[in-house]
């Protein structure tokens, strides 16, 4: 595990661009076994775990036992698992439309509990990518306000696959952007906007992040093959 040197370059990015709020840190958990994860909690800095699948999350919370980390789904979320990732995770960070919003919402209601979320937006225009269109954003929000059992808590959005960093840092620009039009707009905090993960978290927090996902730079390269 690569702790130390991930800290200092997450406090150098922080350094550069002159920030001194707090910057949260996801230990992005997918692929790893139980075992990992447990011996990650111990390293304080960690303050979330990052699942992007509702049924790998669902086995392993339950060996888990108690966890002082709450976990966070930040993969694309169908609204047929809604309710099991309601009974899963602690916050669902990837709603992308009106109706996933308001199903959450009824379900929460039924469970008679207050979710917090995250809108997630496409940035990069990329298809392959989950999120709402920019241009859909505004409704969207209004749409997830609107519901009384969810709690908006920001934004999340994942970078485009490329090395042009200006390209990197445009994307990441523009959700901040969209987060203090938000913000304007509904006169909420909505603190968090979460975005960098191991390849691409310096640009994040240098436009901005306040919640990087790092996978492969703290558990080492993932493993598809081997289980899930
Ligand atoms: C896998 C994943 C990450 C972490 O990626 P790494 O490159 O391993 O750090 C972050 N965010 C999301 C949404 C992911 O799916």
Same mark, same amino acid.
């Given at each position: 595990?690569?702790?130390?040197?991930?800290?200092?370059?997450?406090?150098?990015?922080?350094?550069?661009?002159?920030?001194?709020?707090?910057?949260? /840190?996801?230990? *992005?958990?997918?692929?790893?076994?139980?075992?990992?994860?447990?011996? $990650?909690?111990?390293?304080?800095?960690?303050?979330?775990?990052?699942?992007?699948?509702?049924?790998?999350?669902?086995?392993?919370? %339950?060996?888990?036992? +108690?966890?002082?980390?709450?976990?966070?789904?930040?993969?694309?979320?169908?609204?047929? %698992? $809604?309710?099991?990732?309601?009974?899963?995770?602690?916050?669902?960070?990837?709603?992308?439309?009106?109706?996933?919003?308001?199903?959450?919402?009824?379900?929460?209601?039924?469970?008679?509990?207050?979710?917090?979320?995250?809108?997630? *937006?496409?940035? !990069?225009?990329?298809?392959?990518?989950?999120?709402?269109?920019?241009?859909?954003?505004?409704?969207? =929000?209004?749409?997830?306000?609107?519901? +009384?059992?969810?709690?908006?808590?920001?934004?999340?959005? @994942?970078?485009?696959?490329?090395?042009?960093? $200006?390209?990197?840092?445009?994307?990441?620009? !523009? =959700?901040?952007?969209?987060?203090?039009?938000?913000?304007?707009?509904?006169? =909420?905090? =909505?603190?968090? @906007?979460?975005?960098?993960?191991?390849?691409? /978290?310096?640009?994040?927090?240098?436009?901005? !992040?306040?919640? @990087?996902?790092?996978?492969?730079?703290?558990?080492?390269?993932?493993?598809?093959?081997? %289980?899930?």
């Amino acid at each position: 595990m690569n702790a130390e040197a991930i800290l200092e370059r997450i406090e150098r990015a922080r350094e550069k661009s002159g920030r001194s709020d707090k910057i949260y /840190f996801a230990a *992005v958990s997918k692929t790893r076994t139980v075992d990992e994860m447990k011996a $990650a909690e111990k390293f304080t800095f960690i303050d979330f775990f990052g699942e992007n699948r509702v049924q790998e999350a669902e086995s392993k919370r %339950k060996s888990y036992g +108690q966890s002082r980390i709450p976990w966070r789904l930040i993969g694309h979320l169908q609204a047929n %698992k $809604a309710r099991k990732a309601l009974e899963v995770f602690d916050t669902i960070d990837s709603i992308d439309t009106p109706a996933l919003a308001e199903r959450l919402g009824r379900i929460a209601n039924e469970l008679g509990r207050v979710i917090p979320v995250l809108i997630e *937006v496409n940035t !990069s225009g990329e298809e392959s990518k989950s999120g709402v269109d920019p241009e859909n954003f505004m409704p969207l =929000l209004d749409a997830v306000i609107s519901q +009384q059992n969810l709690r908006l808590d920001g934004f999340m959005t @994942v970078g485009p696959i490329t090395d042009d960093e $200006a390209e990197i840092r445009r994307a990441f620009a !523009s =959700l901040r952007r969209l987060s203090e039009d938000a913000r304007k707009k509904s006169g =909420l905090p =909505l603190p968090i @906007v979460s975005m960098g993960m191991s390849g691409d /978290f310096e640009s994040a927090i240098l436009e901005g !992040s306040t919640l @990087v996902r790092i996978g492969t730079l703290l558990f080492g390269p993932r493993d598809y093959t081997q %289980k899930n």
